[in-house]
Each structure stands twice: as C-alpha cells, then as structure tokens.
C-alpha cells in the first residue's frame, strides 16, 4: 500500500458525489444526500477561501480511493473535526486507516499546531470507533439518538485526541507516515527562506541597512537572467535572511515598482523553501496561483530551481528549491 494525498480538483467531483452517495458509505454518515454535478460544483468554489475545512483525496497506488478531511476548524482555539471514507472498497485496508488517523494527529498537532482533534462516528459503525480508541482516542460521550436520518434515530460516539496525549502515544506506535502537507511545506509548515526588498541603489541600502545590524552575506551578484542585482543580508545569531534587488535597467521586473513607489524601497516577495518545487508549483497553480515566472536555475543559489507566483490576497511568493 503506497498512499499519498492530494488536494481536490474539479475533475475528482462526480468520483466523489458517486463515493458519497454509495450505500457503504453514506450509512455510516449523518446524510443520505442526493447529489449532483451541478451542486458538487458549488461546494468546490465554495471551498475557496473557506479555511474552515480542508479536503483530501485518498489516493492508493496513484489511483483515487477516498477523501479525508478537516472541519469545523477553529484556528484561534486550535480544533477540528475530522473524518474520512473509502470510496473505492478493495482498497480499504486496517494499515490504511490506521497511517491515515496517527499521520493526520502528527500533521494537526505537529504543523497546524492544533490541540485537540475530535470524531463522531454511529455507535453501529463498531470497527472504526473501536480502531479510534486502539489508537489512543478517549470516548468523551455517546449520545443516544442523537442523529435522525429518514425516521432512524442513531447512536453517536464523540471521541478526542489532545496534543500532549498524542506526543506521549506516538513513541509507542508504528504507522506508515501519510504526508497531509501536499503544498510541501507552504500550507502550514512554513520554511521562509529570505523577504525580498526592492531597492533602487543597492549599494546605499547595504549601508542603510547596517543601522539595523544586517550585514552583507557575500558579494553583490549581479544577475542578468533577471536584470537584477541582489545582496543578501543576514544578521549575527540569527537565520534571517533578507534580499535586496535592485533593477539593472527597465526591463527588471522590480523597475516599474520601485518607479510607481518614488523609489522608496519596499518589501515586496517572500521565498518559501520547497522539497518539489514543480508539485509545489502545481499544487499552487490550482489554487488561483498565477505563474509568473516557470522554474528556473538561479545565479544567486548555487542553480537550484527557483519559481514566482502570484497571488492577488498574498502577494508575491518566490518558490526556492530545497538543496538536494
Ligand atoms: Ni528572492
């Protein structure tokens, strides 16, 4: 069993109405929906900018299997909800739901920084509540008839995992680890790599910037590639990093901005580290991500691949990939 985890896209939506609205599944859900493509395609752009909730699909082997997701997420008290189903039925497995649960507890507590995680499960689906306590949840309650569904009252079982529960049970388990972080990183376990800083005198700025205790890490670079010069500053004792580019001529993409801010120096990209950078680039595009220039070796670190997006709500994003 290899499975991996990708976000939705629109081409997954019948799958997941047919998977919804199959027997074996929907028995144990609080719903028997009646779907339709039309409404799956509504819940999709309803997904946008929703970061209540968080979706999945299951993939077994490369081939769609299921969907796993977060709920009811509330960041300010760090919990969610959260459930899955197997659409595809050969590939339900124990290891299976087994790496699903114990790698969305690493993923919630460990990246997110959630505390407490919970599920409902019908009292009637008896192996997964009962594969939940295996892997450390506690029941908190079981409510008698709590959900009605087309006249049938049944049974509900709430259980809780807490974050410093799961650090002191994870030492004793054994899981195939599923990575629920599909934007590498970006998506919660953030790497910032430097903050770029459009200047127009990029000698000037080195100095100016010295009032503040950064120092040159290096030459200037000159790269022509982009029509840029860049210097990086870095700081005693610490890991920050910033990058000062400035425009060689009016070709350079920070000219007209530096132009339009009466070259006053401005922040204007942050550069996360990324393991793949053309998943992560993928990943982005299908997330209203414009790409504005393709992955591509760069001068100032060592040719490793280097990629911009644009974002209208977070701006510039600068995708750097990490050393091999
Ligand atoms: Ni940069």
Known sequence: MAATLRLITKDDLERIMNWRMSERVTKY??????????????????????????????????????????ADIDWEKGTTSWGYYIGENDKRSLKLAVSLEMSLYDY???????NEVHNEV??????????????????????VGEVEKEG??????????????????????????????????IMGGVTVHH??????D????????????????????????RSVNLA??????????????????EQSPVFDML???????????????VKDIDKTVDTLKSRNYILVEKPKPAIAFQHRQVAFLLNRDSGLLELLEERK
């Open 152 to 185: 049938v009252a049944y049974d509900i079982v709430h259980l809780s995992m807490e974050r410093n529960e799961w650090f002191k049970i994870r030492e004793k388990k054994k899981y195939e680890k599923i990575n629920f972080d599909v934007f590498e990183g």
């Open 202 to 225: 990029i000698k000037k700025s080195v100095e100016s910037f010295k009032n503040f205790g950064w120092v040159c890490d290096g030459e200037i670079i000159k790269d022509s590639s």
């Open 122 to 143: 019908f009292k009637l689906n008896e192996g997964v509540w009962k594969l939940h306590i295996a892997c450390g949840c506690k029941v908190v309650k079981e409510v």
């Open 232 to 249: 990086f500053l870095k700081r005693r004792n610490s890991n920050e990093i910033l990058e000062l580019v400035s425009p060689i001529n």
């Open 29 to 70: 859900m609080n719903t028997n929906p009646k779907l339709t493509l039309e409404g799956q395609e509504k819940w999709f752009d309803s997904l946008e900018g929703n970061d209540k909730v968080r979706n999945w699909i299951i993939e077994v082997n490369g081939a769609p299997a299921g969907l796993i997701n977060l």
């Open 259 to 273: 132009n339009a801010n009466k070259n006053v120096a401005l922040p204007y990209h942050i550069c996360y580290e």
């Open 195 to 200: 903050i770029g800083v459009a200047v127009a």
């Open 108 to 114: 919630c507590f460990d990246v997110l920084g959630f």
